[in-house]
């Protein structure tokens, strides 16, 4: 035997050997692989966490861009849809001739009304509103007898919203406060 293996009186009656002198012992091995299969768990689950929150976030942008990718045309088709009931405004009532272009004229802004509708383009409400600064702009107020301050007088030129979001504000004019001396 080599004086390394060897345990000496004093130890044997303690029962003290190499283990207890700063090795680690098996229960010490054994806390310390639970510890990180749990941190290791714990990792695992944090990033299959992360991947599905990216993964649903990506479906909702999917979403959105398909929801809203033609929000900058549809911008523009809503000076067509203005000037189309200009048109028709600027005809006189009783126009001898020009029925037959009335008629066409509002046929073709019903199909483009129907059109954006489609595509989820609907118009703000103004009538009988009161002023929403998330879907009207005041341009003017004006003084009303028939209106209580704050509601919507007339519209100057249509809102329009695509889906839930505001496409163009609608352009009102807002009755105005009564002060004490107009009362």
Known sequence: MTDETMISPDDAVTG???????????????????????????????????????????????????SYAMTGFA????????????????????????EAVKTGIEATEREMTSVLARHGITRVVTDGAKLDPNRHQAMLEVDSEHHEPGAIVAELQAGYTIKDRLLRPAMVSVARARTDASA
Do not use: Q
């Not at 050997?17 to 689950?45: C, F, M, N, Q």
């Not at 000076?79 to 189309?84: F, Q, R, S, T, Y």
């Not at 009931?85 to 600027?90: H, W, Y």
């Open 16 to 66: 003290a050997s190499e283990a207890d002198t700063g090795a680690p012992s098996h229960e010490d091995v054994i806390r310390e692989r639970d510890e990180e299969i749990a941190s290791l768990k714990d990792r695992l689950l944090r990033a299959a966490a992360e991947t599905e929150n990216v993964r649903r976030r990506l479906e909702r942008e999917k979403v959105d861009v398909s």
């Open 75 to 98: 911008r523009d088709l809503l000076g067509v849809a203005d000037n189309l009931r200009r048109a028709i405004s600027a005809l006189p009532a009783e126009a001898p001739g020009f």
